[in-house]
């Protein structure tokens, strides 16, 4: 089994910072892709930003410029720093990774989700 934790999320003002984590356990072999997504009430979830095993990084359009996704290969973590936060990032921020597991399968996994609530 894969077990994804996230850590981080919180109440924040308008324009603050918040350093979301996700650390990736179990029987873990290789994790290529890993990124964040967020489900905002009544949306749909969406994905925030991804980074592949190479260091290679995508964002959504909404946040480009303000957060910023990052990985310790060695840790099999992933963390999202968000700067400049917005009443419309308020969500719940869920960690996603794909992982091929010590007896050969490829699958992808999903944290339990995190609440970020930007609000002054």
């Known amino acids: 089994q894969v077990q994804l934790v996230e850590s981080g999320g919180g109440l924040v003002q308008p324009g603050g910072s918040l350093t979301l984590s996700c650390a990736a356990s179990?029987?873990?072999?290789?994790?290529?892709?890993m990124g964040w997504y967020r489900q905002a009430l009544e949306k749909q979830r969406e994905l925030v930003a991804g980074?592949?095993?190479?260091?290679?990084?995508n964002y959504a359009d909404s946040v480009k410029g303000r957060f910023t996704i990052s990985r310790d290969n060695a840790k099999n973590t992933v963390y999202l720093q968000m700067n400049s936060l917005k009443p419309e990032d308020t969500a719940v921020y869920y960690c996603?990774?794909?992982?091929?597991?010590?007896?050969?399968?490829?699958?992808?996994?999903w944290g339990q989700g995190t609440q970020v609530t930007v609000s002054s």
């Open positions: 980074s592949t095993s190479g260091g290679l990084t």
């Open positions: 179990g029987s873990i072999h290789s994790i290529y892709h």
């Open positions: 996603n990774a794909a992982v091929r597991t010590t007896w050969g399968s490829l699958s992808d996994y």
